[in-house]
C-alpha cells in the first residue's frame, strides 16, 4: 500500500514522504495513529504543504534537542549496585537506570532510548555514555559505576 508520511516516523519516513509499506503495518499502526495517509490524488495535491510541516516541526525539535544536549554534555552520574566475589555485579546498569538517574539529576525527563551503550554495565569503573537525541545531535556523558556499600 502507497501512503504519504504526515509525521516523522524514526527509521522510517519523513513528512512528505511517499512509500510503499506493508498492508498490514499501515492499518494497524499508520493511519490509525495519524502518522500516515493513504496515498490519494487528493493527499497528493497536498503533499507540500505536509512537508513544509515536517520540516518546521523538525526544525523547533531539533532546537530543543541541541538546547537540552548542551545542559547534559560532561555530566558525570554515578551509579551503585552489589557485586559478586568475583567481582562483577549482580545484576547489570543499563539505560534504563541511566536515563532515571540522569534525569534525578538533571530535573528534566530523560528517554531511555537516547541512550547508547553496546551492552550492560556489568563491572565497577568508568564508562563514556553516548546520548543520541536525533541523528544530528549527540551528547557524552560520564557514569562512574561503583560498589555498593
Known amino acids: 500500500m502507497e501512503v504519504v508520511f504526515i509525521q516523522d516516523v524514526p527509521n522510517k519516513a519523513r513528512a512528505g514522504e511517499v512509500r510503499r509499506v506493508p498492508d498490514g503495518y499501515a492499518r494497524n499502526y499508520l493511519l490509525p ?7 490519494t490524488p487528493e493527499v497528493m495535491k497536498r503533499i507540500h504543504k505536509i512537508s513544509a510541516a515536517g520540516d ?3 526544525v523547533r525539535e531539533t532546537a530543543v534537542m541541541e538546547e537540552l544536549a548542551e545542559g547534559l554534555d560532561d555530566v558525570t552520574i554515578t551509579l551503585s549496585a552489589r557485586i559478586t566475589p568475583t567481582g562483577r555485579y549482580y545484576g547489570t546498569i543499563t ?9 534525578e539529576k538533571v530535573g528534566r525527563e530523560v528517554d531511555r ?3 547508547e551503550i553496546a551492552e550492560p554495565i556489568r563491572e565497577p569503573g568508568e564508562y563514556d555514555v553516548l546520548l543520541r537525541f536525533s541523528t544530528e545531535v549527540t551528547a557524552t556523558i560520564h ?4 560498589v555498593e556499600e
Open 33 to 39: 495513529q495519524g502518522l500516515a495517509e493513504i496515498a
Open 56 to 58: 518546521e516541526i523538525r
Open 95 to 103: 539505560s534504563t537506570h541511566i536515563a532515571m538517574e540522569l534525569a
Open 113 to 115: 532510548r537516547w541512550v
Open 143 to 146: 557514569v562512574n559505576a561503583e
